[in-house]
């Protein structure tokens, strides 16, 4: 399976702007749906938005639409997430994860998943 690593987190405070990014490893990787998902402290992980392979269908959480944004560079292998207006109610760990087929909001629908990268709004 593709393996998969996040890197932009971090402390911001509320109003403020961030981008994740997650850089996949392996030759076919411009053909998995990619998804974002974040865990806060006590609670369950959950679906923020996905993308699929050519960039064209997207799916975003309804709590996040409007602020943010999920896009793929498949020359760079790489699929990021623009965080517009953070609020302190979603600091959280966020995740990137890959399926094959079609673009898919839970969890157990993606098999293969990064590390996690830290992401706290304060206020």
């Known amino acids: 399976q593709v393996q998969l690593v996040e ?3 971090g402390l911001v405070q509320a109003g ?3 981008r994740l990014s997650c850089a996949a490893s392996g030759r076919t990787f411009s053909s998995y749906v990619v998804g974002w998902f974040r865990q806060a402290p006590g609670k ?3 679906f923020v938005a996905a993308i699929n392979w050519s960039g064209a269908n997207r799916d975003y959480a309804d709590s996040v639409k409007g602020r943010f944004t999920i896009s793929r560079d498949n020359a760079k ?5 623009q965080m517009n207006g953070l609020k302190p109610e979603y600091t ?3 995740y990137c994860a890959a399926r094959w087929g079609g ?4 969890v157990t629908d ?3 998943w990064g590390q996690g990268t830290q992401v706290t709004v304060s206020s």
């Open 92 to 94: 959280a760990v966020y």
């Open 103 to 106: 673009i898919a909001t839970h």
């Open 7 to 9: 890197s932009g987190g």
């Open 110 to 112: 993606f098999g293969s």
């Open 16 to 18: 403020d702007s961030l």
């Open 77 to 81: 292998k790489t699929v990021y997430l």
């Open 44 to 46: 369950e992980r959950e």
